[in-house]
C-alpha cells in the first residue's frame, strides 16, 4: 500500500473551479449555469469537511464568514417596522412581511435577490473554507485548473476578435457571450488581468 496521500480533495475543487470560469460568466438572475456552480461548491465542500484529516482552519477566517452570513440572513428577517420607518425614507423601505400587514417589515428592498445573493455568499465561503482545508501543496495543485479555465476563456476571446471586433454567440450558454465565455467584457478582462500574478508565480518558482 502507498503511503501517499489522497488527492481526490484537490481533484474535487479544482473541478468546481475550472467549471466556474467555463460556464460561470454571466450576469443575469436565475441562471441555471450559476446554481450548478452553487450546487457543486457546496457539495465538494462537504465532501472535503467530511475528512477527519485537514488543516485547521483559523478561527478568525471562519467567524468573519459567519457574521458576513449572518448580517446577510438579518436582511431578509421581519423585523418591527417602527425600527425601519425611522431610518429610511418610504421609498427604500422593504416589503411587508405580510400582505397588508405593516407591523413587520423586512431590511432588504429585494427579499428574492438577496436570498440570491446568500446563496453566492454560502456557496463561495463554503469553497474558500474547503480550500484552507487542503494541504499546501494541494492548494499550488489548484492553479492548473485556474489555468485550464483561463486558457479556455483566452481562446474564445481569440477566436471572437479574430472574427470581428463585435461578436455575440448566443444558445451555447443561457446568456449571450460577448467576451471569452463571459457576458460582460469587462469581466472577461479582469480574469486575464487577475491571472498575471498567478502566472508569474508558477513560472518563476514551480
Known sequence: MSDRPSEWDKYLLGSVLFISL??????????????????????SAAAVFSQTSGQRIP?????LLIFAVALVILQIVPLPAAI???LRPEPLLGDSWLAGQ???RFVSV??????????????????????LR?????????????????????????????LSDDIAVEGLLPFTI???????????AALLFVSIPFVAYYSLFR
Open 22 to 43: 467555463l460556464i460561470g460568466g454571466g450576469t443575469a438572475s436565475g441562471l441555471y449555469t450559476d446554481t450548478l456552480i452553487e450546487v457543486a461548491a457546496i457539495v
Open 59 to 63: 478561527y478568525t477566517i471562519l467567524w
Open 84 to 86: 425601519l420607518n425611522g
Open 102 to 104: 405593516s407591523g413587520f
Open 110 to 131: 429585494g427579499v428574492g435577490r438577496t436570498i440570491e445573493c446568500l446563496l453566492y455568499l454560502v456557496a463561495s465561503a463554503a469553497f474558500f473554507l474547503s480550500v
Open 134 to 162: 487542503l494541504r499546501t501543496e494541494q492548494v499550488q495543485g489548484l492553479l492548473p485548473f485556474f489555468f485550464m479555465g483561463v486558457i479556455c476563456n483566452g481562446l474564445a476571446g481569440a477566436i471572437q476578435y479574430s
Open 178 to 188: 460577448n467576451a471569452g465565455l463571459f457576458a460582460n467584457e469587462n469581466h472577461f
